[in-house]
């Protein structure tokens, strides 16, 4: 019997960086970038997998009980910061044509309306 590892449905390869797993090699590469510049001390409080919860759960009382009737829609950043000249915070997401999805797109909005995040596309 073979093993074959999975392929990511987008084409990507995951990547293993300082014992760190990436979605692919270009964002750990962006991120390794992003180190840099909070070393230099021109931004701080860098992330990644940052959650934001754009959707709540919907709950209803069937039963006398309170049952869960659509999860929660959130979406999660690649990567977050703090500019530290502006006082600014950016939420990067590491894009290639294929993963800029119909849902990607209407949580980039969500994002938007609800945080007045603009995400910025790397």
Do not use: H
């Amino acid at each position: 019997m073979y093993y074959y590892e999975k392929q990511n449905k987008y084409g990507n390869v995951k990547t293993e960086r300082n014992g760190i797993i990436f979605d692919s090699k270009k964002e750990s590469t962006v991120f390794s970038d992003f180190e840099w510049k909070e070393r230099l001390g021109v931004i701080s409080n860098l992330q990644r997998q940052v959650k934001y919860e754009l959707i709540p759960a919907q709950y209803k009382i069937i039963d006398g009980k309170k049952k869960c009737i659509e999860k929660s829609c959130a979406y999660v950043a690649d990567i977050v910061y703090k500019d530290n000249e502006t006082n600014e915070t950016f939420v990067i997401d590491v894009k290639s044509p294929a993963t800029r999805t119909d849902s990607y797109i209407i949580k980039r909005k969500l994002m938007l309306q609800k945080y007045g995040i603009q995400i910025k596309e790397l």
